[in-house]
């Protein structure tokens, strides 16, 4: 098979297409030919090495949606020919990759296997980290900062899907605008306006942020009462601020998580929840597939410098040719 191959650690520039076996399931995996995969920051980190290891000789991509090719043994639930979509521990950039059974999702008749394979990691993600970590609730607050990306588009429909007021910021009036439509009740040019000004008196329940650095201090005075500030990254720093006596006056609750090094059965039991509780809001309407633009996997190196360059709104693609 055809896969994408980080040759070293470095810039996008060490990708190269190469040939490697097709995998084998193994006992409760099945294997998926893949048709579309997802691009996602995590990919670049771990090509440029930033995950403490090395990356060299691995095939990057963590969500991928296809179609069913094979069983492998005790594995039981979907037939050969069947459309799914997945959340994968890597391997997602090739033309086929083994998945256990259970981190596969149906795909909806109303979505093409490009919306679909927009949707694992931003759905679970939000999932885990928003509604059973965090409990967002109808009617409460949430904020969202880097509201057009793939998190963020998926972020702002479900806080509105499920009840609360989704605000959110974001570089451009343009990606302010495309919030706003998915639902955000606001949404700040954070290049022209300050989000803490432009919030004070909200009082916001849920923050879920990726920025990190200067962001820290701003959330926790912009919270409400028994707030919770959630963090998924830290792109403009690691280090920040925190004002103890805030979080003592209002019982903030400051936490975190990483989904991709959680085991096999917190993932399945995640998958099963999101197929109850999520899945139906694609076939309804409630939660669209934001997709910004499709390259083909032999393109995988322009699609991760679209995405370094953080100009994109919603998801980025790589399709597989002549399986679309």
Known sequence: MKAIIITRPGDSAVLKLQERPIPKPESGQVLVRVCAAGVNRSDILLREGGYGMNPTDQIPGLEVAGIIEQNGPNSSRWQVGDRVCALIAGGGYADYVAVDERH????????????????????????????????????????????????????????????????????SDEKCAACERLGATQCINYKQEDFEQALSGVGINVVLDMVGGDYTPKNLRLMATDGRLMFINAMEGADSQIHIPTLMQKRITLSGSMLKPRDADFKAALTAQVEQQVWPLLVDGRLKPVVYRTFPLTEATQAQQLMSGSEHIGKIILTIPNDL
């Open 104 to 171: 596969c999702l149906p795909i909806p008749q109303n979505l093409s296997f490009v919306d679909a394979a927009s949707l694992p990691e931003t759905v679970l993600t939000v999932w885990s980290t928003v509604f059973q970590w965090a409990h967002l609730s109808p009617g409460e607050n949430f904020l969202v900062h880097g509201g057009s990306s793939g998190i963020g588009v998926t972020a702002i429909q479900l806080a509105k899907a499920f009840g609360a007021n989704a605000y959110a910021t974001a570089g």
